[in-house]
């Protein structure tokens, strides 16, 4: 199973650039990297998804080295509603592999005024 | 369009009591996950349907839990009887999939807003 590792927490201040870097070491052939982020009392909320290089959308970017063991989601600009939990997910969604979907801890991001 | 409901937002019931949780997932989406996270734990991995049959129960803890999704719309999650160690969030998610095509976004999970679990 590939399992990711992320830092627990991370802190920044409205405007600043984030990046988030995420390890999956055994991560396999078929596998996505996602990225979801999650407010208190809510559920996961899909950012972004890539396989390999660089993919950009309107939230976030998510840069992934050609060796695809880790990968780094990158918030442009963050503000205080950005303050949540964010996971990095490793999987093959799209052979059924949503049970081996391992959201571990995630990290705590507290953004600041 | 409408997201993935869930109900109720929040239960609080007696040991060995029974609870039905509910899901509605998003119109069209063929494929319905339940997922949960127990207190100071991570978000594991229940159940997934495809349409009503299930897919993959894997996750499922122990024969008290039961879900089912009569005509491959709403699906239910009971628990019965509930046992102190089934507290927790349960969360409801459901995807459109698009079995065997490999591109980047088209499986992805639409959340509910969980139902929070208390056992006393």
């Known amino acids: 199973l590939a399992k990711t590792t992320q830092p627990i927490s991370m802190d920044s201040y409205e405007g600043q650039e984030v990046n988030i870097t995420c390890s999956h070491n055994n991560i396999a052939t078929n596998d996505y990297i996602t990225w979801y982020q999650q407010f208190p009392s809510q559920g996961p909320r899909f950012i972004i998804q890539?396989?390999?290089t660089k993919v950009t959308n309107e939230v976030a970017s998510l840069f992934i080295p050609a060796d695809r063991k880790s990968s780094t989601l990158s918030l442009p600009r963050v503000s205080l509603s950005d303050t949540a939990v964010y996971y990095c997910?490793?999987?093959?969604?799209?052979?059924?592999?949503?049970?081996?979907?391992?959201f571990g801890a995630g990290t705590r991001l507290a953004v600041h005024p | 369009e409408a997201g993935v409901t869930q109900f109720p937002s929040h239960s609080v019931i007696e040991k060995g009591q029974t609870v039905t949780l509910r899901c509605d997932p998003i119109?069209?989406?063929?494929?319905l996950y339940w997922y949960r996270r127990v207190m100071g734990k991570e978000i594991k991995f229940l159940l997934h349907f495809v349409k009503e049959s299930k897919q993959d129960e894997s996750g499922m803890p122990n024969n008290r839990f039961l879900a089912e999704r009569t005509g491959g719309t709403y699906s239910t999650l009971k628990v019965q009887p509930a046992e102190l160690e089934d507290s927790g969030v349960y969360f409801c998610?459901?995807?459109?999939?698009?079995?065997?095509?490999?591109?980047?976004?088209?499986?992805?999970?639409?959340f509910g807003a969980g139902s929070r679990l208390t056992v006393l």
């Open positions: 998610a459901s995807s459109q999939g698009r079995d065997g095509r490999r591109e980047s976004g088209a499986n992805v999970l639409t």
């Open positions: 119109s069209g989406h063929d494929n």
């Open positions: 997910l490793v999987g093959d969604m799209f052979s059924g592999g949503y049970n081996k979907l391992i």
């Open positions: 890539g396989y390999k």
